[in-house]
C-alpha cells in the first residue's frame, strides 16, 4: 500500500507507543490521560542497548542534568511550558532532583523508577516488554525509538522516509563514587558561590588542574587508544561523524591546547580553597543521586578504552583511588530529516496518524524530548478524536522547536535543542539585557492564550469515539 492511502481511523483500538524513553513516557501518559488506552513498547530488557544500564521507563542515559531552572533562561522557560501543559515527568524530575547550582539535575535511578511506576499502574496503559521491529499498521502510533532505534525498525522507517536516515555517534561520561574521591585535594563549590564562611559549600565537586595536570590530560587525551567501532558502526555512512553538543572529550583535546580549558573543563568563577586563587584548569563533578554517593564527570563523555580511561582519571589529582561504577562509552544516535518528513504537529506528511517524537524527530535533548512526547501525544489524542491537530504558538519554545525541525534546511540537517535563537525575533527597543525576561514572559502568555482557545479533547466530549474498556494488565 503506498504511504498515506487508505488509511482507516479507528480511536476504539488502543494506542501503540513505541519507545519507553523520556518522549514515549511522556506521549504515553498524555493519551492515557485523556481517556484513551495506550500499548506502550520498550524493548528492553530482552533487547538491551549499548547505552541503557537498567530496564526502567524514561532512563536517562548521557547527563543527569536537564538544565537550568532559572526563569529566563531557554531551559527554565521550557520547564515553565511543560508544566503549564501537564508534564508527568517534569513533576517526577523534580520530585527526583538532586543539588546542582540552577540547574534540574535528578537522581538517575529513583526518576526512572517512579516514571516506571507511575506508567504500570496507570488502568489504561498496558506495557508491553518486547521489540516491534517495523511500523505498526495501526492507524494512529507514536513512534519515539530514540537514538538507539534497533537496525530492524531502522529499516523499517527508512522504507517510509525514502532517504537515507541520518546517525551518527554520542557518547557518554565516567561516573565515581564518592567516598573514593580525595576530599581534601577536591573541593566542594559552584561557580561564583558565596564564600565558605558563609556556610555554602556549593553543589558541584571540583578537581583543580595546575598547567602541567593539564598538560599531561591533554597529552593522554590525544594518545590513548579508542575503543573500535563495532560493526554496524563501521558500516554506517557517517561513522566519524559527531554530535556536536555531546562531543568525545578527545575530539574536543584535538581542536587546541586549550580547547578544553574555555569548554567544559574552564576554571572561572571557582577558587582553590587553601590558596584562594583560580586553578589552571578544573573538572567538574556533579551528583548523579541524592545521597551524594556516586558522581558524574561532567563534560568527560569519551570513547576511549577503558584501561586508558581509568589511568588517565586515577592520574588527575584527588582521583588516584576513584572506583568507578560506570566508564564512559559512545553510542550510536538514529534520527530523521524531519524538515522532508514531518510537520510542526509532529505527524508524517505522507503517513497521517503516524507522530514521532524523541530524538528520532531531531529534537534534542532531556527537556525537548519530553516535550515532543507531550505534543505527540495530545495530537494522537487529537487525531483519535477527529479532532483539528495542535501546532503551538512559535513564541514558545516547544513550539519553535517543532517548527524549526519541520521547516530548517534539510541539506546537513541536526538536531535542535531549545535555545532563544529559534524563537521569532523581539520588537526593536527591547534592551539587551531585558531580552531574556520578555521572552520567557511572551511565551508564557502566549502558551495560556493557546490553551484556552485548545483544550485537549477528552472521550467524555466524544462518547460514540471513546475506548469501550481499559487493557487488560
Request: charged share 25%; net charge negative; glycine share 8%.
Amino acid at each position: 500500500m503506498p504511504p498515506g492511502k487508505g488509511i482507516l481511523f479507528s480511536p476504539l483500538d488502543s494506542i501503540p507507543v513505541i519507545g519507553a524513553g523520556l518522549a514515549g513516557s511522556e506521549a504515553a501518559w498524555q493519551i492515557a490521560e485523556a481517556g484513551l488506552d495506550v500499548r506502550l513498547y520498550e524493548m528492553r530488557p530482552h533487547q538491551p542497548t549499548p547505552a541503557h544500564q537498567s530496564d526502567h521507563c524514561a532512563e536517562l542515559v548521557c547527563s543527569n542534568s536537564l538544565g537550568s531552572t532559572l526563569p529566563d533562561r531557554a531551559a527554565g522557560v521550557l520547564q515553565t511550558e511543560l508544566a503549564s501543559m501537564d508534564s508527568m515527568l517534569l513533576l517526577e524530575a523534580q520530585k527526583a532532583s538532586v543539588p546542582a547550582g540552577q540547574a534540574l539535575a535528578v537522581d538517575r535511578d529513583a526518576f526512572g523508577k517512579a516514571v516506571t511506576k507511575h506508567l504500570e499502574e496507570h488502568p489504561r496503559i498496558q506495557i508491553i516488554r518486547e521489540e516491534v521491529n517495523k511500523i505498526p499498521e495501526d492507524s494512529i502510533i507514536v513512534l519515539a525509538t530514540g537514538p538507539l532505534t534497533s537496525e530492524s525498525m531502522a529499516h523499517s522507517i527508512q522504507s517510509w522516509a525514502g532517504t537515507e536516515n541520518l546517525s551518527f555517534f554520542d557518547a557518554i561520561a565516567p561516573v565515581v563514587t564518592g567516598d573514593s574521591l580525595d576530599l581534601e585535594v577536591i573541593f566542594r563549590a559552584s561557580r561564583w558561590q558565596a564564600k565558605e564562611e558563609d556556610g555554602i559549600s556549593g553543589d558541584y565537586l571540583n578537581i583543580p588542574l595546575d598547567k602541567d595536570d593539564y598538560e599531561n590530560l591533554l597529552d593522554g587525551l590525544l594518545t590513548a587508544e579508542k575503543h573500535e567501532l563495532k560493526e554496524f558502526e563501521e558500516q554506517d555512512p557517517r561513522a566519524e561523524s559527531f554530535f556536536e553538543r555531546c562531543l568525545p572529550v578527545e575530539i574536543l583535546a584535538s581542536r587546541g591546547r586549550d580547547s578544553l580549558r574555555y569548554g567544559p573543563l574552564r576554571p572561572v568563577g571557582l577558587f582553590v580553597p587553601k590558596t584562594g586563587k583560580r586553578p589552571y584548569a578544573v573538572v567538574q563533578l556533579r551528583a548523579e543521586n541524592k545521597e551524594g554517593t556516586l558522581w558524574n564527570l561532567v563534560g568527560f563523555q569519551t570513547n576511549l578504552r577503558y584501561g586508558e580511561q581509568e589511568a588517565l582519571l586515577h592520574a588527575l589529582p584527588g582521583m588516584k583511588n576513584a572506583e568507578f561504577v560506570r566508564l564512559g562509552s559512545m553510542h550510536r544516535n538514529t534520527f530523521i530529516c524531519s524538515p522532508k518528513l514531518l510537520t510542526s504537529s509532529l505527524e508524517w506528511k505522507t503517513r497521517p496518524g503516524l507522530f514521532i517524537a524523541g530524538q528520532l524527530s531531531g529534537i534534542e535533548g532531556y527537556l525537548g524530548n519530553i516535550g515532543s512526547g507531550l505534543l505527540a501525544g495530545r495530537n494522537a489524542i487529537r487525531k483519535a478524536l477527529g479532532e483539528p491537530l495542535e501546532t503551538l504558538p512559535p513564541e514558545t519554545l516547544l513550539g519553535a522547536l517543532a517548527l524549526h525541525i519541520s521547516e530548517a534546511p534539510a541539506k546537513g540537517f541536526q538536531p535542535m535543542k531549545a535555545e532563544f535563537g529559534i524563537l521569532p525575533p523581539l520588537p526593536r527597543g527591547i534592551r539587551k539585557n531585558e531580552r531574556r525576561k520578555v521572552r520567557a514572559q511572551r511565551s508564557q502568555s502566549a502558551l495560556a492564550s493557546h490553551l484556552l482557545a485548545n483544550p485537549l479533547p477528552h472521550p467524555e466530549r466524544h462518547p460514540e469515539k471513546s475506548c469501550s474498556q481499559a487493557p487488560t494488565k
